[in-house]
């Protein structure tokens, strides 16, 4: 652990030393937060946001979301691969169209409890 650059009288006492190494040790390791973090930068695009609360109401073919959302296809397709990467989605191929659905039907209301939240 790094020792901590602190002036004058300010230094912490043993039992906060132990508290904080108690602390630091019980964190996830920072792939956990790099991967949390994309998931969180990944909510922070209105686009992406709609097409989950979209899906929220169960499995939409990529035409629908298109004409839902009135972006072109190469915008849309760009989202879904995002949400589709972290997780959020799945996708199935039905002839020339993929059909996607959330991973968890939790996760709109999820994203709403969060919204809330902060």
């Not at 937060?33 to 499995?59: H, M, P, Q, V, W």
């Not at 915008?75 to 059909?99: A, P």
């Amino acid at each position: 652990m790094k020792t901590c650059q602190v002036s004058g009288d300010e230094k912490p006492n043993e039992d906060q030393i132990k508290r904080m190494k108690e602390i630091i040790n019980s964190l996830p390791h920072d792939e956990e937060f790099e991967e949390c973090s994309s998931k969180l930068k990944a909510l922070s695009d209105a686009t992406r946001i709609k097409i989950l609360y979209l899906l929220s109401n169960g499995e939409l073919c990529v035409c629908e979301i298109i004409c839902a959302l009135n972006k072109p296809q190469s915008s849309i397709s760009h989202h879904l691969n995002i949400l589709k990467n972290l997780g959020f989605i799945k996708g199935r191929k039905e002839g020339v169209w993929i059909h996607y659905r959330l991973t968890d039907p939790k996760i709109t209301d999820l994203v709403k409890e969060l919204i809330g939240i902060i």
